[in-house]
Protein backbone atom coordinates (compact mmCIF):
# COMPACT_ATOMS: atom_id res chain seq x y z
CA UNK A 1 0.00 0.00 0.00
CA UNK A 2 1.34 3.47 -0.50
CA UNK A 3 1.06 5.91 2.25
CA UNK A 4 2.40 8.79 0.34
CA UNK A 5 1.33 12.10 1.06
CA UNK A 6 1.96 14.34 -1.52
CA UNK A 7 1.81 17.78 -1.43
CA UNK A 8 4.16 19.25 -4.10
CA UNK A 9 4.88 16.36 -6.03
CA UNK A 10 4.98 12.58 -5.41
CA UNK A 11 8.57 12.51 -6.11
CA UNK A 12 9.66 14.30 -3.17
CA UNK A 13 8.05 11.36 -0.71
CA UNK A 14 10.23 8.60 0.22
CA UNK A 15 9.41 5.01 1.27
CA UNK A 16 11.08 5.14 4.65
CA UNK A 17 11.98 7.95 6.86
CA UNK A 18 14.84 10.79 5.83
CA UNK A 19 16.55 13.05 7.54
CA UNK A 20 17.58 16.89 6.24
CA UNK A 21 20.35 18.82 7.17
CA UNK A 22 19.61 22.38 6.95
CA UNK A 23 22.21 25.09 7.30
CA UNK A 24 22.18 28.45 7.23
CA UNK A 25 23.58 30.95 4.19
CA UNK A 26 24.86 33.99 5.61
CA UNK A 27 23.32 37.29 3.93
CA UNK A 28 26.04 39.25 3.30
CA UNK A 29 27.75 36.17 1.50
CA UNK A 30 25.36 34.62 -0.53
CA UNK A 31 22.50 36.68 0.43
CA UNK A 32 20.99 34.11 2.90
CA UNK A 33 18.67 31.49 2.73
CA UNK A 34 19.84 27.90 3.70
CA UNK A 35 20.93 24.65 2.32
CA UNK A 36 19.57 21.71 2.32
CA UNK A 37 21.34 18.35 2.51
CA UNK A 38 20.95 14.52 3.02
CA UNK A 39 23.32 12.62 5.25
CA UNK A 40 25.51 11.71 2.02
CA UNK A 41 26.40 15.77 2.40
CA UNK A 42 24.03 15.76 -1.38
CA UNK A 43 22.20 19.29 -2.16
CA UNK A 44 18.56 17.84 -2.14
CA UNK A 45 16.84 21.62 -1.50
CA UNK A 46 18.18 25.19 -2.13
CA UNK A 47 15.74 28.22 -0.20
CA UNK A 48 16.61 31.47 -0.93
CA UNK A 49 15.24 34.65 0.48
CA UNK A 50 15.08 38.22 0.10
CA UNK A 51 18.43 38.63 -0.32
CA UNK A 52 18.09 36.85 -3.35
CA UNK A 53 14.71 37.69 -4.78
CA UNK A 54 14.72 41.33 -3.76
CA UNK A 55 11.57 41.75 -2.01
CA UNK A 56 10.37 41.13 1.62
CA UNK A 57 7.84 38.33 2.22
CA UNK A 58 8.71 36.01 -0.95
CA UNK A 59 10.49 32.63 -0.69
CA UNK A 60 11.58 30.24 -3.36
CA UNK A 61 12.41 26.24 -3.06
CA UNK A 62 14.56 24.82 -5.43
CA UNK A 63 15.64 21.32 -6.10
CA UNK A 64 19.02 19.94 -5.76
CA UNK A 65 19.93 20.98 -9.49
CA UNK A 66 19.17 24.71 -8.77
CA UNK A 67 15.39 23.94 -10.68
CA UNK A 68 12.39 26.05 -9.03
CA UNK A 69 9.84 23.46 -7.56
CA UNK A 70 8.09 25.98 -4.73
CA UNK A 71 7.05 29.62 -4.58
CA UNK A 72 5.64 30.90 -1.19
CA UNK A 73 4.36 34.31 -0.60
CA UNK A 74 3.30 35.90 2.31
CA UNK A 75 -0.42 37.36 1.69
CA UNK A 76 -1.05 41.66 1.72
CA UNK A 77 -3.48 43.84 1.01
CA UNK A 78 -6.43 45.78 3.48
CA UNK A 79 -7.62 42.55 4.95
CA UNK A 80 -4.64 41.09 5.94
CA UNK A 81 -3.36 43.91 7.25
CA UNK A 82 -6.60 44.03 9.83
CA UNK A 83 -6.10 40.66 10.49
CA UNK A 84 -4.83 38.80 13.73
CA UNK A 85 -2.74 35.97 11.48
CA UNK A 86 -0.34 36.53 8.29
CA UNK A 87 -1.24 34.24 5.95
CA UNK A 88 1.62 32.36 3.60
CA UNK A 89 0.48 30.75 0.62
CA UNK A 90 2.71 27.81 -1.29
CA UNK A 91 2.36 27.17 -4.79
CA UNK A 92 3.71 24.70 -6.71
CA UNK A 93 5.81 25.47 -10.46
CA UNK A 94 5.72 23.35 -12.88
CA UNK A 95 8.30 23.09 -15.93
CA UNK A 96 6.38 25.64 -18.08
CA UNK A 97 6.37 27.89 -14.77
CA UNK A 98 2.83 27.93 -14.30
CA UNK A 99 1.76 28.09 -10.37
CA UNK A 100 -0.91 25.81 -8.54
CA UNK A 101 -1.69 26.70 -5.27
CA UNK A 102 -0.68 23.74 -2.44
CA UNK A 103 -1.02 25.10 0.33
CA UNK A 104 -1.82 27.76 3.20
CA UNK A 105 -0.21 28.67 6.31
CA UNK A 106 -1.21 31.09 9.05
CA UNK A 107 0.53 32.39 12.18
CA UNK A 108 -0.25 34.64 14.32
CA UNK A 109 1.19 38.41 13.66
CA UNK A 110 0.14 40.31 16.74
CA UNK A 111 -0.06 40.00 21.13
CA UNK A 112 -3.51 39.01 21.34
CA UNK A 113 -2.79 36.18 18.95
CA UNK A 114 0.27 35.17 20.11
CA UNK A 115 0.59 31.75 21.15
CA UNK A 116 -2.26 30.53 18.69
CA UNK A 117 -0.95 27.29 16.79
CA UNK A 118 0.25 27.77 13.06
CA UNK A 119 -1.94 26.26 11.53
CA UNK A 120 -1.90 24.59 7.36
CA UNK A 121 -4.11 24.06 4.81
CA UNK A 122 -3.37 21.89 1.93
CA UNK A 123 -4.80 22.41 -1.31
CA UNK A 124 -7.00 20.77 -2.68
CA UNK A 125 -9.22 20.59 0.76
CA UNK A 126 -8.42 17.26 2.36
CA UNK A 127 -9.96 15.01 4.91
CA UNK A 128 -9.27 17.06 8.10
CA UNK A 129 -12.14 19.68 8.80
CA UNK A 130 -10.42 23.06 9.74
CA UNK A 131 -6.17 22.18 8.86
CA UNK A 132 -4.05 19.39 7.84
CA UNK A 133 -1.03 20.16 9.99
CA UNK A 134 0.02 22.22 13.10
CA UNK A 135 3.21 23.26 14.21
CA UNK A 136 3.66 22.47 17.70
CA UNK A 137 6.84 23.29 20.05
CA UNK A 138 9.52 26.16 18.86
CA UNK A 139 10.95 26.67 15.78
CA UNK A 140 13.93 29.78 17.41
CA UNK A 141 15.15 26.57 19.69
CA UNK A 142 15.31 24.33 16.86
CA UNK A 143 12.49 21.88 18.80
CA UNK A 144 9.42 21.41 16.86
CA UNK A 145 7.49 19.27 15.19
CA UNK A 146 4.31 19.24 12.15
CA UNK A 147 1.67 16.81 13.16
CA UNK A 148 -1.14 15.82 11.16
CA UNK A 149 -4.60 16.87 12.14
CA UNK A 150 -4.91 13.22 13.27
CA UNK A 151 -1.87 13.58 15.99
CA UNK A 152 0.64 11.85 14.00
CA UNK A 153 3.93 13.63 13.48
CA UNK A 154 5.00 13.87 10.27
CA UNK A 155 8.36 15.67 10.90
CA UNK A 156 10.68 16.76 13.83
CA UNK A 157 13.14 19.20 14.00
CA UNK A 158 16.22 19.22 16.20
CA UNK A 159 19.86 20.55 16.57
CA UNK A 160 22.75 19.02 15.87
CA UNK A 161 24.41 18.33 19.20
CA UNK A 162 28.25 18.77 18.34
CA UNK A 163 27.64 21.75 16.37
CA UNK A 164 25.00 23.70 18.71
CA UNK A 165 24.54 26.45 16.71
CA UNK A 166 21.30 27.79 15.48
CA UNK A 167 22.92 27.96 11.74
CA UNK A 168 23.01 24.35 11.55
CA UNK A 169 19.88 22.15 12.51
CA UNK A 170 17.78 18.76 11.39
CA UNK A 171 14.23 17.62 9.78
CA UNK A 172 13.67 14.29 10.42
CA UNK A 173 10.97 13.44 7.35
CA UNK A 174 8.70 10.50 8.31
CA UNK A 175 7.93 8.07 5.06
CA UNK A 176 5.63 9.11 3.20
CA UNK A 177 5.17 12.71 3.59
CA UNK A 178 6.92 15.13 1.00
CA UNK A 179 9.44 16.65 1.93
CA UNK A 180 9.80 19.80 -0.49
CA UNK A 181 6.58 20.53 1.64
CA UNK A 182 8.51 20.36 4.70
CA UNK A 183 11.27 22.51 3.39
CA UNK A 184 9.06 25.18 2.31
CA UNK A 185 7.16 25.03 6.02
CA UNK A 186 10.88 25.23 7.61
CA UNK A 187 11.30 28.20 5.19
CA UNK A 188 8.28 30.39 5.99
CA UNK A 189 9.38 29.82 9.85
CA UNK A 190 12.63 30.70 9.18
CA UNK A 191 10.95 34.13 7.76
CA UNK A 192 8.66 34.13 10.58
CA UNK A 193 11.49 34.50 13.05
CA UNK A 194 13.37 36.82 11.12
CA UNK A 195 16.50 34.54 10.27
CA UNK A 196 18.17 33.68 7.06
CA UNK A 197 15.48 34.45 4.52
CA UNK A 198 14.38 37.55 5.54
CA UNK A 199 15.72 40.90 4.95
Known amino acids: MDDSMPVVSKMYCSSTPTVLMIR ?3 MVVNGGGFVVTDLSHDVVFIVDGCGILGSKGQLMVKDGDGEQILFISRKGGIVQALSTRNKWN ?6 QGKNKLVFSLTDPKSCIAKGAPVRIHIEPKRHCNNW ?3 ICGSFADRNCRIIDCTGKIVAQMGK ?3 IGSND ?3 VTVQSGCDQAFIIGVMAVLDNIYGE ?3 C
Open 24 to 26: RRP
Open 90 to 95: GYSMDY
Open 132 to 134: DFE
Open 160 to 162: KEL
Open 168 to 170: FYH
Open 196 to 198: STR
